[in-house]
C-alpha cells in the first residue's frame, strides 16, 4: 500500500473544500486575524526566530507566526496545499518559504537548521514511524533550539474507537473532511495511533531534552461530534469541551522540548 500518495491525493482534495470553508476563514485571515490558538500562542515567543512548521496545511498558521515575527518556513506532502500557502504569502506579502515534501524528507530538502521546529492538531496520525520523525526535528534544529508540538489527545481518539497504543497495521478508512462545507465525497485516508508514551519515548531518544508537556481538557476547534462550546458552561468561547460520563476528557496535549 502507498500510504504517501493515498494521503496526498486525499489531502490535495480536502485542501480545495477547506480553502473556502468558514473553518478555516480565509478572508480573515487576508484581513489581519491570526489563525493561531491561545495554547501555542501563550507557549511561544517567536519574534526574530527561525521556525519551521511541519505539515503546514495551506499554511495560515506559517503564515500567523510570521506577523508574529518569526522568519517561517512551512512543509506539506500537498502540492495544493504548498501552492495554496505560496498564493496567500504572495498575497498578504509577508515573507515566508514553502516546500512540498514528505515529512520524513524535510532535513535533506531543506538543508538548514532552525531556531524552532513547530507542529500542531492533526499532524503526527499521518506518520507510521515516530523515531523517524523525531530524527527529522533534532537534525532540523539548531543546538539550543526549540521543539513546540500542541496535538489532538490520543484519548480522544481512543473513544472514537481507534487504539491507544501502537499496533502492526495502519487504520485505512474512507473518510469525508471535518470542514462546515465538506461534500459526501470521500477519500481513502491511512492513519496509526501514537500512544503519549510513543511520542515522548521518540522525541527523548532522539537526544532533545523534555522541557514541559501539558495536557488539555479543551480544543480550540469544533471539529468532533457532540462538543460543547466554552460559553454554554462559562468559559471561554474559543474552547470547546468533550464529555464522557459527564465528565471532561484530555482534548489537546502540548509538549516543549529542546536540542542540547
Ligand atoms: C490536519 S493538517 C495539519 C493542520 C495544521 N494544524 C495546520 O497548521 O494547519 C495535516 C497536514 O499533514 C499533511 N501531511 C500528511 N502526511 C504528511 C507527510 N507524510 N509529510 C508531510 N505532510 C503530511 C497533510 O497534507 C495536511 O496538510
Not at 182 to 202: F, G, N, Q
Request: charged share 20%; glycine share 6%.
Amino acid at each position: 500500500m502507498d500510504y504517501l500518495a493515498l494521503n496526498q491525493a486525499a489531502w490535495n482534495e480536502r485542501t480545495k473544500t477547506h480553502v473556502g470553508s468558514k473553518f478555516y476563514d480565509v478572508p480573515g485571515f487576508l484581513a489581519g486575524n491570526s489563525s493561531l490558538n491561545e495554547i501555542e500562542l501563550s507557549a511561544l515567543d517567536v519574534q526574530g526566530k527561525s521556525l519551521l512548521h511541519l505539515q503546514c496545511h495551506f499554511g495560515l498558521d506559517t503564515l500567523s507566526w510570521a506577523r508574529n515575527g518569526a522568519e517561517v518556513t512551512g512543509i506539506d506532502l500537498s502540492p495544493v496545499a504548498i501552492k495554496q500557502a505560496q498564493q496567500l504569502a504572495q498575497q498578504t506579502e509577508i515573507s515566508a518559504q514553502f516546500a512540498c515534501c514528505d515529512v520524513y524528507s524535510t532535513a535533506d530538502v531543506l538543508q538548514r537548521q532552525f531556531d524552532l521546529v513547530y507542529t500542531s492538531y492533526g499532524a503526527i496520525c499521518w506518520l507510521p514511524d515516530l523515531d523517524k520523525w523525531a530524527g527529522v526535528i533534532a537534525k532540523s534544529l539548531k543546538s539550543g533550539g526549540q521543539f513546540y508540538m500542541v496535538e489532538f489527545h490520543p484519548v480522544e481518539a481512543m473513544l472514537e474507537g481507534y487504539s491507544y497504543f501502537e499496533q502492526q497495521h495502519a487504520d485505512v478508512e474512507q473518510e469525508g473532511t471535518y470542514t462546515e462545507n465538506a461534500s459526501d465525497e470521500k477519500h481513502t485516508m491511512v492513519t496509526w495511533p501514537h500512544s503519549l508514551a510513543d511520542v515522548i519515548m521518540a522525541l527523548l531518544n532522539a537526544g532533545l531534552k523534555l522541557e514541559s508537556f501539558n495536557e488539555f481538557d479543551f480544543s480550540p476547534y469544533n471539529c468532533f461530534e457532540n462538543m460543547v462550546n466554552g460559553a454554554e458552561i462559562g468559559e471561554s468561547a474559543q474552547r470547546y469541551y468533550l464529555l464522557h460520563n459527564n465528565k471532561p476528557i484530555p482534548l489537546c496535549f502540548s509538549i516543549l522540548a529542546t536540542k542540547p
